[in-house]
């Protein structure tokens, strides 16, 4: 049976009339055409499919979209405002932290969520808040610059 769900997506008002158990990551793909939440493992592991839920990091694909109603969810699109990337989209960029860019989208969004929590985290903390975000092409390092240079830039650092 369909309900109707309401919520915030990336700074608007939004409903979708849907089955209830859908998940989150294939209503934001399929309902909304919010392709940079991406499908990995479907289990949860993988954390290709994060997103931000009331400032948190969350996995979408094992997110049913009834959970989400009434709060403010925050996809890779969202991230950007008037057409000003955010500070860690910069820095990945500015890194080459993206390689083949599968996982790209869920580590911005895990990071971009660590941030609001530790603005100035160490290399301990950064390494253990992207330990379940899992990345095969071998850019850790260059992630982890790009965490410190974004951190230091949403604090009003150059």
């Known amino acids: 049976m369909e309900e109707t769900i309401r919520f915030s997506l990336n700074g608007k008002k939004q409903e979708v009339r849907i089955d209830p158990s859908q998940t989150l990551l294939w209503v934001l793909r399929n309902h909304f055409g919010l392709t940079g939440t991406k499908y990995g493992c479907g289990t949860g592991f993988c954390g290709a499919c994060t997103v931000i839920i009331n400032k ?42 993206l390689q083949c860019g599968f996982c790209t989208p869920g580590m911005i969004m895990t990071v971009a969520a ?42 009003g650092g150059k």
């Open 56 to 97: 948190e990091a969350v996995r979408s694909c094992m997110l049913p979209v009834s959970d989400v109603a009434g709060k403010k969810v925050v996809t890779i699109e969202g991230l950007a405002r008037k057409g000003k990337l955010h500070p860690v989209q910069k820095a990945f960029l500015e890194h080459d932290a």
């Open 114 to 155: 660590l941030l609001m929590k530790s603005p100035s985290p160490s290399v301990e903390e950064i390494n253990a808040g992207l330990e379940d975000n899992l990345c095969r092409c071998g850019a850790h390092n260059r992630i982890v610059d790009a965490v410190q240079m974004a951190a230091g830039k949403m604090k």
